[in-house]
T-cell receptor, first 111, second 112 residues
Framework: AQTVTQSQPEMSVQEAETVTLSCTYD???????LFWYKQPPSRQMILVIR??????QNATENRFSVNFQKAAKSFSLKISDSQLGDAAMYFC????????FGTGTRLTIIP | ETGVTQSPTHLIKTRGQQVTLRCSSQ?????VSWYQQALGQGPQFIFQ???????GRGNFPPRFSGLQFPNYSSELNVNALELDDSALYLC???????????FGQGTRLTVV
């Protein structure tokens, strides 16, 4: 993706509740992937979930799922049953090997 | 299977100096990408190496250069350091069979 936009600098959610992080992108590529990465204070980027753009079915990984709207170029992340360990910076990214990242959303979990 | 490791974890350099950062890719991965993450920003793509050849470059000046070795480990070199080069430098490795990139823990570079 050539541009990735995350419009929510910060979000907070009560423990055990559900939260949705937003992401929009723009690309001229026909074949690309979209990703959500988590970056805790340890700094290491951890892959949360991946979506192939040619697949219509939304990806799901346990408590994490995406809402991929290709026509709208939207790729939001839903975290269900939020846990304290989910607190981190979340980055949306797109591309095909060479990734373009958004500016991130800081997620706080309220006990 | 070992993960991606970067060294050093932190370093401080003076403006005008040169620095070399190192990355060992995950076992079985032949592609290494480097990213610069300024404070409060998302990572920005610097360049990628595939089988020892540069395979794409982001919007960074030529004083950012790299190498990939036969064992697929990689170096990022930055010459004539500027204050704005202060950032977290992330290395990610992947294979041609799987686009999932695995990141190292990064090197925090401070230029004073």
């Amino acid at each position: 993706a050539q541009t990735v936009t995350q419009s929510q600098p910060e979000m907070s959610v009560q423990e055990a509740e559900t939260v949705t992080l937003s992401c929009t992108y723009d690309t001229s590529e026909s074949d690309y992937y979209l990703f959500w990465y988590k970056q805790p204070p340890s700094r290491q980027m951890i892959l949360v979930i991946r979506q192939e753009a040619y697949k219509q079915q939304n990806a799901t990984e346990n408590r994490f799922s995406v809402n991929f709207q290709k026509a709208a170029k939207s790729f939001s992340l839903k975290i269900s049953d939020s846990q304290l360990g989910d607190a981190a910076m979340y980055f949306c990214a797109g591309g095909n090997e060479k990734l373009t990242f958004g500016t991130g959303t800081r997620l706080t979990i309220i006990p | 299977e070992t993960g991606v490791t970067q060294s050093p974890t932190h370093l401080i350099k003076t403006r005008g100096q040169q620095v070399t950062l190192r990355c060992s890719s995950q076992s079985g991965h032949n592609t290494v990408s480097w990213y610069q993450q300024a404070l409060g920003q998302g990572p920005q793509f610097i360049f990628q190496y595939y089988r020892e050849e540069e395979n794409g470059r982001g919007n960074f000046p030529p004083r950012f250069s790299g190498l990939q070795f036969p064992n697929y480990s990689s170096e990022l070199n930055v010459n004539a350091l500027e204050l704005d080069d202060s950032a977290l430098y992330l290395c990610a490795s992947s294979s041609e069979w799987n686009t999932e990139a695995f990141f190292g823990q990064g090197t925090r570079l401070t230029v004073v």
